[in-house]
């Protein structure tokens, strides 16, 4: 089994069993529904060394939980990638946020910028995977009220939020040990955070870039430069 998809599979094993009480009214689980697309990824661009580690916070509704790719928006998804296939369903689907994995016809936002930024500066996926990786910290959709609104694992009541934090953060460690990169890149500010507590004391460099949401107006006036100017202040050259 590749080292990727057996950290992948040991921590979804280990989230399962975990629940989370109001607000939030459904979880999602790409890692299993979206296996296949998820397992395909970690094969083909998942073997190291890697220079950086891009770590994202968690699945987007239009993003990963469709395609189980991080910031997996479908088109980039399907057609930079070549990363395609069959996507199941969560156990508990919320209505207003239907899993049709690559028929779905939203696109992300952060992840169009994310991936578009990749094929562009690089071309083809091959040179951009030779130095980088993408992952997410914690790979569960939570949602709360009727219109499935996003809540982000740091908002989670203590008692659901440090179970999960522990099994992200080995999940971390586990994948830092496979593909040792120099750095670490939190895709915004938590990420960074959490990728800081679990690494601390191990032998990699942890830094941060502009989160590319929409929901971010810095983003919103030219996520790539920003970044590439936070990539270059950390040494990172492209």
Known sequence: MHPLVAISRDLSETLA??????????????????RVPHEAYLKRYGDGPKEVLF???????????QTGVPFGEVAHVRDWLGICGPVGK????????????????????????FWGWAAERWGTPEAF????FVGNYCPLVFMEGERGTN????KLRKAEREPLLAACDE?????VE??????????????????ELAL????????????????????????APRAEAQLAELGIRL
């Open 178 to 195: 496979v593909l040792r990169p120099r750095w670490v890149v939190g895709v915004g500010k938590w990420a960074c955070v959490r990728a």
């Open 151 to 154: 809540r982000v694992p740091e």
């Open 200 to 223: 601390q004391g191990r032998a990699v460099k942890v830094g941060q870039v502009l989160h590319p949401s929409p929901a971010n107006p810095h983003a919103n006036r030219g996520w």
């Open 90 to 113: 969560p156990e508990r689907e919320h209505p207003k946020r239907p899993v049709r994995g690559f028929d779905c016809e939203r696109s992300e936002v952060s992840g169009r910028r």
């Open 55 to 65: 770590l994202g916070m968690n699945p987007g509704p239009f993003g990963m939980a």
């Open 171 to 175: 999940a971390l460690r586990r994948l």
């Open 17 to 34: 069993p975990m629940s989370f009480g109001p607000p939030v009214t459904h979880v999602y689980d790409p890692l299993r529904y979206a």
């Open 129 to 132: 995977f030779a130095r980088f």
